[in-house]
């Protein structure tokens, strides 16, 4: 079953443009190894501040290219852009577009919904032939950071007592994303080809924090969004000690934060 995300106050359109470069970088290595020679009409789905849109609108100049994403802040930010795109304001699971895509580009958002098996399928019946779905996603279940906001969950309350509702803790805990070979095993009966890769990136950041400022523009919203303020204030406070002890600055004064992500491209 295909579970929606958590509602949510709006994302933080400016702290989320602060690692661009980085979260540009994905997106150049997904569409390098997508072979479509002069696609139609493009949807990039999850848009946000339209870091991957601006990467499209150059790629393919004539393709009529439409941004889709739940957030008004962040379509703010997007229609600033100097391209051609249209924007959609609409959550994900209520996209119905009116047309059939050449191209569905879903960078960094298909990790937040549950339910591939449904998704990944519907998504597909949504191109015309020839047509290519092309999306990555954070693997960050088994990440250190990951693994240090769950402790921190388990027992930063009073008394090393667990902050939030168990429901919120196990939440946090499943991993929606499927293993590569299952992925495979979904897509190959639907597609005409299929490629499916994951990478590690050794991303080098700076500032004060940069992995809690990473992730918590992102990852660590819902967690944010199910405390109370002081929940929340004990939660940034013991969560930050644990980044800072397990994410030192390096000598030269930046952060190393490996970062695990998973692609998929596939042509129907």
């Known amino acids: 079953m295909i579970t929606r995300p958590t ?25 390098e190894r997508v072979e479509l020679h002069d696609p ?40 600033c852009l100097p391209i051609k795109a249209s924007w959609q304001q609409c959550d994900l699971l209520d996209w119905q577009p009116e047309q059939p895509a050449d191209l569905l580009l879903a960078a960094a958002v298909l990790h937040f919904i549950e339910g591939h098996e449904e998704l990944l399928p519907r998504l597909l019946g949504r191109l015309n032939p020839g047509g290519c779905l092309a999306a990555h996603m954070p693997d960050w279940r088994d990440a250190l950071w990951y693994r240090l906001m769950l402790d921190t969950l388990e027992d930063a309350g009073p008394g090393h007592t667990p902050l939030g509702t168990p429901q919120l803790r196990q939440h946090m805990a499943a991993r929606p994303l499927l293993t590569l070979e299952d992925y495979y095993r979904l897509l190959a009966p639907l597609t005409a080809s299929l ?39 004990r939660f940034i406070y013991h969560f930050l000690m644990r980044v800072h002890a397990h994410y030192p600055q390096e000598n030269n004064g930046h952060t190393l934060f490996p970062f695990k992500r998973i692609f998929i491209v596939a042509r129907v």
Do not use: H
């Open 195 to 233: 490629d499916i890769w994951e990478t590690e990136q050794l991303q080098v950041v700076d500032g004060k924090s940069p992995v809690y400022d990473w992730v918590k523009v992102s990852a660590l919203r819902p967690v944010m969004q199910g405390l109370d303020p002081q929940e929340q204030a």
């Open 7 to 31: 509602p949510a106050a709006d994302w933080d359109a400016k702290a989320y443009q602060q690692f661009s470069r980085l979260r540009q970088r994905p997106v150049n290595e997904l569409l």
């Open 40 to 79: 139609q009409r493009i949807y990039d789905l999850g848009c946000g501040t339209g870091i991957a849109t601006q990467l499209l609108a150059e790629r393919w100049p004539r393709a009529q290219l439409l941004g889709v994403d739940s957030s008004a802040q962040m379509l703010d930010q997007a229609r």
